[in-house]
Nanobody, 123 residues
Framework: QVQLVESGGGLVQAGGSLRLSCAAS????????MGWFRQVPGKEREFVAA????????YYADSVKGRFTISRDNAKNTVYLQMNSLKPEDTAVYYC????????????????WGQGTQIIVSS
């Protein structure tokens, strides 16, 4: 089993940057593909980015492509989401998730979830 804890959320002005971290407990972290998702009240949770276990393959939602970068450090059991050029529409609770399946963009494929961290982008 994997436990995930996100950190790095907060308030930032539009155009600014933040880096989210997601620390995983447990062993064999590199076996898990990792994803970031986000959710605003009243809306479905949506895919943001995902990365394969070895960190070679990464996938992004069109809305964040070119602005966000997902990466991981398997020696530290941590996955990151670097967010640049933030927009007010990026405001959401951001969740990291883990799956033993191949890298996935669907939230249904993920077995483990963190508690979420809030990002607020002011205009």
């Amino acid at each position: 089993q994997v436990q995930l804890v996100e950190s790095g959320g907060g308030l930032v002005q539009a155009g600014g940057s933040l880096r989210l971290s997601c620390a995983a407990s447990g062993r064999s972290f590199s076996r898990y593909a990792m994803g970031w998702f986000r959710q605003v009240p009243g809306k479905e949770r949506e895919f943001v980015a995902a990365i394969s276990g070895g960190g070679v393959n990464a996938y992004y939602a069109d809305s964040v492509k070119g602005r966000f970068t997902i990466s991981r450090d398997n020696a530290k059991n941590t996955v990151y989401l670097q967010m640049n050029s933030l927009k007010p529409e990026d405001t959401a609770v951001y969740y990291c998730a883990a799956t033993l399946r191949a890298t996935q963009t669907s939230q249904r494929a993920y077995e483990y979830w963190g508690q979420g961290t809030q990002i607020i982008v002011s205009s």
